[in-house]
């Protein structure tokens, strides 16, 4: 694609593992940052989606629940609302934070496997 010019845009960062709270170096090292590109995209008049969620698969999360003797689900349910907050607290402009269980995510995946998408 040539045109430089695009109409637009979609930005997202990385899915923050729901199985803690956000640290300062998420903040800084990639939340800050896509946030103030999106604001400058905005500043322009650009049209911007800011996308992001929980990310809710994963090892990590199965440890932390037999930690605290919890479920994986229990556990990423608070993890993800307290993320959530967090964002919110900070300010980070995101449009849609979603979660990767969501029933629309595995509908999307599911598409793109099978080629429907």
């Known amino acids: ?3 430089k010019n695009f109409k ?3 930005v997202t960062a990385a899915l ?3 199985n803690g709270p956000l640290h300062i170096g998420h903040l800084a090292g990639c939340y800050v940052p896509s946030d103030i ?4 995209l905005r500043s322009q008049g650009r049209e911007v989606a800011y996308i992001c969620g929980s990310d809710e698969h994963g090892v990590a999360i199965t440890i932390k629940a037999v930690k605290e003797g919890k479920t994986p689900q ?3 349910d608070q993890y993800h609302e307290m993320m959530k907050g967090s964002f919110k607290q900070f300010g980070i402009s995101f449009d849609h934070y979603s979660r990767t269980s969501a029933q629309v995510h595995h ?3 599911q598409g793109f496997f ?3 998408v």
């Open 37 to 40: 590109y999106v604001r400058y």
């Open 107 to 109: 509908e999307t995946a």
């Open 1 to 3: 694609m040539n045109n």
């Open 16 to 18: 923050p593992y729901a």
């Open 114 to 116: 099978y080629g429907f």
């Open 8 to 10: 637009r845009y979609t």
């Open 74 to 76: 229990q556990v990423v």
